[in-house]
């Protein structure tokens, strides 16, 4: 009969200089391991000295000890210091939880004079009547809302459609909102206007100049390829949007305006001629963004157009030039690589909704629609316009704050889709930098958790995690650059 062996050959700490606190590890490359513990600190390790460490066979006057100590994978046996370190990094990092719904996205109007294919609205045509427009009363409902957060940064984020169409509405909203936090609240209030700027005035812009308002745009990349994924009358949509950001440079100031990309089938040749305009329009940072599998981009079988390994060449190359340009001395960051790199080499956690966990679905984001619809993202409303409902989370005219913010559309994605308690993801060394995206996999597997083997969220991310630990890891000045990028992220 087989025998247990007794209790002490189990017991390794006994004899050994150090205890293990809790960590991951995932395989690198075909050598080497990458580590990481519960506030996201790694290290890159050989396959040999994680048998050491977990054999407890490491002697404290070794390098590699100094390091997992001093990185908190492992702490002296006689010390309980490190642990409550530990404990305060993971108080720092989840802080942002406090900061309950910081940002809330108003869709003024469904209107638009642009017809991107990749759009992920189903816009409405400029000259359809106003039955697309969010009523005055719908806003003021939404405004109350906002109020109700108990974020002490809020942010009030115009959409559309094309939200300067209805500009009329956003002058109510920022007049409205500004004289309820002076009269109530003092918040620190903030507001952005997403545009793509080609029904931009004089007027426009000395309003939002008043009122401390800021603008972002898209800007695809070089004239022919923004104006071949930006359709609009008159073929100008690059002249317009280069044109307004000026205006608004000259107007509210260089840091005023900021831009997004979008990759289309189009873009995948051309990363280096994106990130080159964006360098030529003077911004200090680029956003290399996949397609959503929402709205238009599906009906027009834009997101079907290539796959995730595809985008991932996309990337790299366009990080590559990125990094040489940064060599040569031009100042320019890559934003997604940005809010990663925070979370692996600082305590901080940006809060970037589609990489946290508890997913940012309403407790980073409300979404209120023109028609009073309250969504758990903008994710969330574009799969509405797919006639999917699933993150409708109520109505401003109907239900309370309680009610949208304790629904079961809210909750039940929340629960379930916690990285920390998923399959593959509660193994993963990367889980500290990832996120749950329940929108994301409802969409693409019907399921709030996803399957994360044959999830593309998964294989994007996983690869852009090792890559960027492959870069840092294989060249010092990169390691210096990205400290730097990662103080934006
Ligand atoms: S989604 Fe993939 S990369 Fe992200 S934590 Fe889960 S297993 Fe890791």
């Known amino acids: 009969m087989a025998r247990f062996a007794t209790e002490v050959a189990f017991d390794r700490r006994s004899a050994s200089p150090y205890r293990l606190l809790p ?4 395989k690198l490359d075909s050598q080497r391991y990458v580590a ?6 790694y290290l890159v390790l050989y396959r040999s000295v994680i048998e050491d460490l977990t054999r407890h066979r490491l002697t404290p006057q070794t390098d590699v000890y100094k390091d997992l100590a001093s990185k908190h994978f492992l702490i002296d046996a006689d010390s309980d210091v490190a642990a409550d370190l530990l404990a305060l990094k993971m108080r720092t990092r989840t802080e942002r939880l406090a900061e309950f719904t910081g940002l809330h996205l108003f869709v003024v109007t469904l209107r638009c004079e642009h017809s991107c294919p990749y759009c992920q609205v189903s816009r409405q045509n400029i000259d359809t ?21 108990p974020a002490q940064h809020l942010k009030i984020e115009f959409q559309g459609g094309e939200p300067l169409l209805n500009f009329p509405l956003i002058r109510h909203i920022v007049v409205r909102a500004k004289a309820i936090n002076e009269a109530s609240h003092q918040r620190d209030l903030q507001f952005v206007i997403a545009t793509n700027l080609a029904p931009l005035t004089d007027d426009i812009l000395a309003f939002c100049k008043e009122h401390d308002v800021v603008i972002s745009t898209s800007l695809d990349g070089p004239r022919d390829l923004h104006n071949r994924n930006r359709p609009r009358p008159g073929r100008d949509s690059y002249e317009r949007a280069v044109d307004g950001i000026a205006r608004v440079r000259s107007a509210l100031g260089h840091d005023r305006v900021s831009a997004l990309m979008t990759t289309t089938k189009e873009s995948l040749s051309r990363p280096r ?4 305009e964006y360098v030529r329009q003077g911004f200090d940072s680029i956003f290399l963004r996949p397609l959503s599998p929402y709205g238009f981009a599906v009906k027009t079988k834009s997101y079907a157009a290539y796959d995730v390994d595809a985008w991932l060449a996309f990337y790299k190359e366009g990080l590559d030039h990125i990094l040489e340009l940064n060599r040569n001395g031009v100042r320019i960051a890559e934003s997604y690589a940005s809010i990663i790199l925070s979370k692996m080499l600082t305590p901080f956690n940006s809060g970037y909704v589609d990489l946290a966990s508890p997913a940012g679905i309403g407790i980073g984001a409300l979404l209120y629609n023109y028609d009073g619809g309250v969504y758990a993202s903008d994710e969330a409303r574009m799969l509405a316009e797919m006639r999917d409902e699933t993150f409708r989370l109520g109505n401003v005219h109907t239900d309370s704050y309680d009610e949208l913010i304790l629904s079961d559309s809210l909750l039940d994605p929340i629960e379930e889709s916690m990285t920390v308690s998923a399959p593959m993801c509660s193994d993963c060394a990367f889980e500290p930098y990832c996120g749950a995206e329940p929108v994301f996999h409802h969409a693409t597997q019907g399921d709030f958790l996803g399957r994360k083997p044959t999830s593309t969220f998964c294989h994007r991310n996983m690869a852009l995690f090792r890559h960027l ?3 840092m890891e294989g060249d010092r000045e990169v390691r210096h650059l990205f400290r730097s990028w990662a103080a934006k992220g």
């Not at 001629?273 to 080159?276: A, E, Q």
């Open 23 to 26: 960590f991951r590890f995932s």
């Open 36 to 41: 990481s513990n519960l506030v996201g600190e």
């Open 129 to 149: 009547d106003l039955t697309f427009d969010m009523s005055e009363d719908t806003a003021n409902k939404a405004i109350d809302l906002v109020f109700r957060s």
């Open 273 to 276: 001629d994106i990130v080159d």
């Open 469 to 471: 630990i492959q870069l």
